[in-house]
């Protein structure tokens, strides 16, 4: 069973902070991350369970890219995979929530 992947309209403003701010440095590699980003993230319609709850309680995993964190959510009832955020290691995680 593959899941559909939907992003969040943060998880695509997520992308769309991170491909300006790479660019500003080099165009190839912005188009790089941000497609190792999304590959890899695109793969979660295969395996969703793969990463691990962020907490015990919560819906949210995590899938690690390079220096980024892609925070997702998996609904079974529809088969979709909701990306919420991508965040680089280096940010404050309180600002995430």
């Avoid at 790089?32 to 969703?48: E, G, K, T, Y």
Wanted: with cysteine; aromatic share 10%.
């Amino acid at each position: 069973m593959q899941h559909k992947i939907n992003w969040s309209d943060d998880a695509s403003t997520d992308l769309d902070e991170i491909r300006a701010y790479l660019e500003d440095f080099s165009r190839q590699t912005a188009n790089r991350i941000l497609s190792r980003i999304i590959a890899q993230a695109n793969r979660l319609a295969v395996f969703p369970y793969r990463c691990p709850l962020i907490i015990d309680d919560s819906p949210m995993r995590r899938l690690v890219v390079d220096d980024y964190s892609v925070f997702y959510v998996i609904f079974e009832a529809s088969e979709t995979v909701e990306v919420l955020r991508v965040w680089h290691h280096s940010r404050d995680i309180g600002q995430l929530m």
